[in-house]
C-alpha cells in the first residue's frame, strides 16, 4: 500500500505480499520467461523492470537522503511502518529496508559494508547534477569520474562513470553513455 492507502501499480510489493511465484503457466514464453511483468507500464513511462533489488539499511531516513535528496531518486510509495521505501529514477528501481523492521530476509550475518562484491550499475543521462550533490554533501567517491569504453561484439560502448558507497555500503556505479563506435575507434 501507498501512503495514501491505494495498492501501487506494477509489481512492487516489496518481496512481502507473494509467497511464490505468480505467474501461472499460461503467462510463460515458450522460454519459460514470464511476460506479465514487462507488460505494465513503470512511472517514467517505460516497461516494468524484471528485477528490482532490495537493499537492507541501517537507518532508512539516512539512506532516502542519499538516493533521493542526492542521487535523484524519487519515492514511487513507501511503507514507514515496516521502514519500506520503492525508489526509482527513470527505469532504475530499488527498494529499501530497514533493518530491524518487517521481514528481513537474511541468508547470513550481515555484516558492514554491506553489498560485498556486488555494484549496482544505474544509468542517468546526465552525472554533473548528481556529482554535484555528492561534492556539496562531501561524500567520498569510490572511483572519480573515468571515460571506458566496453567491448560489445564488434563495437565498443562508451560510459563517462564513477562509483560510490551509499551510507550502508553498497557500491553505485553511476554511468553516463557515450554511444557506441567500431572497435579499435579512437574517435570519442
Not at 533489488?53 to 537507518?59: A, I, K, Q, R
Not at 537474511?106 to 550499475?121: A, I
Not at 563495437?155 to 553511476?174: H, K, S
Amino acid at each position: 500500500m501507498s501512503p495514501t492507502g491505494e495498492a501501487p501499480a506494477g509489481p512492487a510489493t516489496g518481496g512481502r505480499a507473494s509467497t511464490g511465484d505468480s505467474m501461472s503457466s499460461g503467462d510463460r514464453t515458450s522460454s519459460g520467461i514470464g511476460s506479465a511483468a514487462r507488460e505494465r507500464p513503470d512511472d517514467a513511462g517505460g516497461l516494468e523492470p524484471s528485477l528490482v533489488p532490495e537493499l537492507l539499511v541501517d537507518d532508512l531516513d539516512r539512506s532516502l537522503g542519499f538516493w533521493r535528496d542526492l542521487c535523484g531518486f524519487t519515492v514511487r510509495y513507501a511503507r514507514p511502518d515496516e521502514g519500506f521505501a520503492y525508489v526509482i529514477r527513470g527505469s532504475a528501481h530499488v527498494m529499501l529496508e530497514q533493518r530491524g523492521k518487517g521481514r528481513n530476509w537474511l541468508t547470513g550475518e550481515l555484516e558492514r559494508p554491506y553489498g560485498r562484491g556486488l555494484n549496482l550499475q544505474i544509468s542517468v543521462a546526465d552525472l554533473e547534477p548528481i556529482l554535484t550533490a555528492l561534492r556539496a554533501h562531501d561524500v567520498p567517491l569510490f572511483l572519480e569520474p573515468e571515460t571506458r569504453w566496453y567491448r560489445i561484439d564488434e563495437e565498443e560502448a562508451g560510459v563517462r562513470q564513477f562509483l560510490v558507497t551509499d551510507p550502508d555500503g553498497y557500491l553505485l556505479r553511476l554511468q553516463q553513455s557515450l554511444g557506441r563506435r567500431a572497435c579499435g575507434s579512437r574517435d570519442a
